[in-house]
T-cell receptor, first 113, second 114 residues
Framework: GNSVTQMEGPVTLSEEAFLTINCTYT??????LFWYVQYPGEGLQLLLK?????DKGSNKGFEATYRKETTSFHLEKGSVQVSDSAVYFC????????????FGQGTELSVKP | DAGVIQSPRHEVTEMGQEVTLRCKPI?????LFWYRQTMMRGLELLIY????????DSGMPEDRFSAKMPNASFSTLKIQPSEPRDSAVYFC????????????FGQGTRLTVV
């Protein structure tokens, strides 16, 4: 079945550091890939998405590229801020699955001033 | 639009009691999802509906859990009887149902069973 694996946290960085959170997936067909973010005490919000191979999703300085050859969708940001502290979830939605999302286990990011 | 609305935000109940969680999806969305979040298991999909019909309930842990969607604007997740291991945050989400579309999440219900 479809699944998502992302790097374990917590990840602790200093402000302005470079961020990478690794995500790989297993899926049949042509899934869409997503990154969601969860701030403390809140629900998940879409951060970015990519719907086909080689697409790059971007938002708020975050980027991720859909790599079919390596089945990866790594999240990157060139310079993190304290306000980026949150839990980040990689997710996929399988072809013809009605929008059902399969999530990775989440990676907690803590950015120190 | 007010987004996906869940109630209550917090629920504390005693073991053995019935618990009902409620969700109002975004108007016009035809897919609705119930997820459970715990530290140990992360985010698990419990069940999802399309056009008010349950499509996949393979994630429902056991018969103590049931979900309904009587109309396009309301869904419930019921646990009867509740057990301490059901303690978790339960999220409802809705979307337009396409595989590449965004799911919008409610703020969740934090359930504690003592």
């Amino acid at each position: 079945g479809n699944s998502v694996t992302q790097m374990e946290g917590p990840v602790t960085l200093s402000e302005e550091a470079f961020l990478t959170i690794n995500c790989t997936y297993t899926a049949t067909g042509y899934p869409s890939l997503f990154w969601y973010v969860q701030y403390p005490g809140e629900g998940l919000q879409l951060l970015l998405k990519a719907t086909k191979a080689d697409d790059k999703g971007s938002n708020k300085g975050f980027e991720a590229t859909y790599r079919k050859e390596t089945t990866s969708f790594h999240l990157e940001k060139g310079s993190v801020q304290v306000s980026d502290s949150a839990v980040y979830f990689c997710a996929l939605s399988g072809w013809n699955q009605g929008g059902k999302l399969i999530f990775g286990q989440g990676t907690e990011l803590s950015v120190k001033p | 639009d007010a987004g996906v609305i869940q109630s209550p935000r917090h629920e504390v109940t005693e073991m053995g009691q019935e618990v009902t969680l409620r969700c109002k999806p975004i108007s016009g969305h035809n897919s609705l999802f119930w997820y459970r979040q715990t530290m140990m298991r992360g985010l698990e999909l419990l069940i999802y509906f399309n056009n008010n019909v349950p499509i996949d309930d393979s994630g429902m842990p056991e018969d103590r859990f049931s979900a309904k969607m009587p109309n396009a604007s309301f869904s419930t997740l019921k646990i009867q009887p509740s057990e301490p291991r059901d303690s978790a945050v339960y999220f409802c989400a809705s979307s337009t149902g396409g595989g590449d579309t965004e799911a919008f999440f409610g703020q969740g219900t934090r359930l504690t069973v003592v």
